[in-house]
């Protein structure tokens, strides 16, 4: 079935520091890939995306490239800020064809990376 | 645009206790889904709605859980009788076909079984 692996937090960064956190996926068909950003006490917001090998996502200063190649979509930011800390979440959603012969669109998530900055 | 609505936000019950969870997504989105976020992981989607009818439900647990979702637009998750392990963060979400379907979420209900 489809998962998403991401490394393991909890990630401590001091401000403008460089940050990845890596995401790799196993998945039949041709996935969209996700990172969701979740900010304490809020819902989950949708970060950035991208619907086909190659693509990149950015959104914020934060970047992600689909690699088919390597099945990972890990998530970068040259310079971080203390209002980056939250926890990010790796995901993956069917494509509408292969939703057609499976049914649903749900997405499938990461187990979550925790990030902290210090000021 | 309002957004996802939930409540109440947080809950604490002891086992073996009714709960009950309800969401009112963004006006228009046909697809709503509830998902059940434990501790220390991702999100796990319970069931989907497309308008009033179930489209995945292949992960809610049905013999304690249900949901419903009568006139296609505010649902109802209830959990009959709650354990221990299903304390959890309880997401709603909603999308439309219109704006991608990307998916919206809630603020979520924080619930606690004693």
């Known amino acids: 079935g489809n998962s998403v692996t991401q490394m393991e937090g909890p990630v401590t960064l001091s401000e403008e520091a460089f940050l990845t956190i890596n995401c790799t996926y196993t998945a039949t068909g041709y996935p969209s890939l996700f990172w969701y950003v979740q900010y304490p006490g809020e819902g989950l917001q949708l970060l950035l995306k991208a619907t086909k090998a190659d693509d990149k996502g950015s959104n914020k200063g934060f970047e992600a490239t689909y690699r088919k190649e390597t099945t990972s979509f890990h998530l970068e930011k040259g310079s971080v800020q203390v209002s980056d800390s939250a926890v990010y979440f790796c995901a993956l959603r069917t494509r509408i064809l292969d939703v057609i012969i499976q049914g649903a669109q749900k997405l499938v998530f990461g187990q979550g990376t925790r990030l902290t900055i210090n000021p | 645009e309002a957004g996802v609505a939930q409540s109440p936000r947080y809950k604490i019950i002891e086992k073996r206790q009714s709960v009950a969870f309800w969401c009112n997504p963004i006006?228009?989105?046909?697809?709503l889904y509830w998902y059940q976020q434990i501790l220390g992981q991702g999100p796990k989607l319970l069931i989907q709605f497309q308008n009033n009818g179930v489209v995945d439900d292949s992960q809610l647990p049905k013999d304690r859980f249900s949901a419903e979702r009568l006139k296609g637009v505010d649902s109802t998750l209830k959990i009959q009788p709650a354990k221990l392990e299903d304390s959890a963060v309880y997401l709603c979400?909603?999308?439309?076909?219109?704006?991608?379907?990307?998916?919206?979420f809630g603020p979520g209900t924080r619930l606690t079984v004693l």
């Open positions: 979400a909603s999308s439309s076909i219109r704006v991608g379907n990307e998916q919206f």
């Open positions: 006006s228009g989105h046909a697809t």
